[in-house]
């Protein structure tokens, strides 16, 4: 092993967590009026309304497979019957369709903001630099599985990369797991380690701030100002003052 091997698959990991997590907790204590997605809805819909769900359904399910397949050891899967075949081919065919669906939502966005002169205004140096590393991922991690999933004759990942992510988490790292893995695949995980340095600063952390409460939260109540229309509309009750409209109180 060298002193490369170290930096790269020790040194560096270790510190993308250390500000992944330090940075996520001074951000949210001294900036939480900056904790926000940033929409840009407002200045253009057509081409988001397209590009934002798919790039989010598709890495919702990318996720979803890099969770079962780093994190949950191979004689877990094979205990419920799922076998190395099964899992191959859930892996390659239900990865490429949600790495399809990434990358035309991940198109779609960046050409709606790099063309939208609008959007491209309010795009900031950090919103740039968190494309290029996201893109960066997204397609190193698309061409491996192409390369070596679909048209090669298979890696199996869960034997090198998966327990080398495990050691790092169980505080025993092991850098010579990742000594003979493939280019791409170690090209995506360097990406993937640097796009995690940069979450804190970034429109990424409001991952962290999903609308949970909305599941749970009472109805709101809205009330018209303009005077009962239609037979099925209610006279109002005693007790309330109507309000007026400030065109209609200046006519008095």
């Not at 951000?27 to 926000?36: I, L, P, S």
């Not at 034997?159 to 092991?174: A, E, F, H, M, V």
Request: hydrophobic content about 45%; cysteine-free; proline content about 6%.
């Amino acid at each position: 092993m060298t002193a490369w091997d170290y930096l790269l698959w020790v040194a560096f990991p270790y510190a993308a967590s250390g500000v992944f997590v330090v940075g996520h907790l001074l951000r949210y204590r001294y900036d939480q009026f900056g904790w926000t997605s940033r929409s840009s809805q407002t200045y253009e819909n057509r081409l988001l309304r397209w590009g934002s769900p798919m790039f989010h359904y598709g890495i919702l399910m990318v996720i979803g497979g890099h969770v079962v397949g780093l994190f949950i050891p191979k004689p877990w899967l094979e205990f419920f019957g799922v076998t190395e075949h099964m899992y191959h081919l859930g892996a390659t065919w239900l990865g490429s369709f949600a790495a399809v669906l990434t990358v035309a939502g991940l198109a779609i966005l960046i050409y709606r903001r790099r063309l939208t002169k609008r959007v491209l205004l309010v795009t900031t140096v950090m919103d740039k630099v968190m494309y290029v590393f996201l893109a960066s991922t997204i397609t190193f991690g698309t061409t491996a599985t192409v390369l070596y999933q679909i048209f090669g004759g298979g890696y199996d990942y869960r034997g090198s990369i998966s327990p080398w992510i495990r050691s790092l988490y169980s505080l025993q790292p092991d850098p010579s797991l990742m000594s003979d893995v493939p280019f791409f695949f170690q090209l995506h995980v360097l990406t993937a380690t640097a796009l995690f340095l940069l979450w804190p600063f970034t429109r990424l952390v409001h991952v962290f701030s999903a609308p949970l409460g909305y599941l749970v939260r009472p109805y709101v109540v809205y009330r018209s100002r303009d005077n009962p229309r239609g037979a099925g509309s209610r006279p109002p009750r005693r007790g309330w003052e109507k309000s007026e409209r400030p065109l209609e109180r200046s006519r008095k």
